[in-house]
């Protein structure tokens, strides 16, 4: 399973990168008013930092702007990967997006019939949202389940990419059913590394290595 960040936050981005285990990034119009900078530099300057796909958004609704957005955005970097939307534009742009070899990230999927359709499109990412699915009363790793489901039945090459995640246990439960690809907070991925059994085991050692009196260097 590929780990995706879910920022927009370059310090943050540059720290996972750091660790080796980061595959890419994905941004949304609220993470970019979070950081408080300009849309097109936050981009630049994450695609700078991570090899693989940086998911920069259009914000237009319409499919004519939206391919017009999606030049500005790709000429940027290569590993720009364009996000847009679940509606019927933000598909005919997929569609389009794709037949000229640019990577697409359909976002705001909530329905395995969506994910249908985005694979349908040729999209390169499907985006389910199983964080706002749990929140509002759904079941969002039955969402994951059924879209591996289908793609399977078909064969669609299109890869899930498990969005709005909002603990460690949505990571477990997304790798079980075998999505392709995760995105998450920074400090959900930082929690992965933790269990308080490796902290008590660690301390544990450290303290007997200090009583022998022994050193490595
Ligand atoms: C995915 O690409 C989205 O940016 C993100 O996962 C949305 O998560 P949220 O529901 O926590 O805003």
Same mark, same amino acid.
């Given at each position: 399973m590929r780990f995706f960040v879910d920022t927009a936050d370059t310090g943050a981005i540059a720290d996972l990168a750091a660790t080796g285990l980061l595959d890419g990034v994905t941004t949304n119009p609220s993470l970019i008013l979070k950081s408080g900078r300009q849309f097109l530099d936050v981009v630049r300057e994450i695609c700078a930092l991570v090899d693989g796909p940086v998911s920069a958004e259009v914000v237009a609704l319409d499919h004519a702007t939206m391919m017009k957005e999606a030049d500005v955005l790709r000429?940027? $970097? $290569?590993n720009v990967c364009i996000k847009v939307p679940l509606t019927v534009d933000g598909l005919k742009t997929c569609k389009a997006l794709t037949s000229e070899g640019t990577s697409v990230n359909v976002t705001l999927c909530f329905s395995a019939n969506q994910a249908l359709l985005a694979a349908k499109a040729g999209a390169t990412f499907i985006s389910p949202f199983v964080g706002r699915l749990d929140d509002n009363g759904f079941d969002g790793m039955e969402l994951i389940s059924d879209i591996r489901l289908i793609y399977d039945n078909y064969a669609f090459e299109t890869e899930i990419l498990v969005a709005s995640v909002r603990t460690p246990v949505h990571v477990l439960a997304a790798a079980k059913i075998g999505a392709d690809v995760l995105t998450a907070p920074p400090a959900v991925i930082h929690a992965l590394f933790n269990h308080v059994l490796t902290d008590k085991g660690l301390a544990g050692f450290e303290a007997d290595w200090q009583k022998s009196g022994q050193s490595i260097l």
């Open positions: 000429k940027i $970097a $290569a």
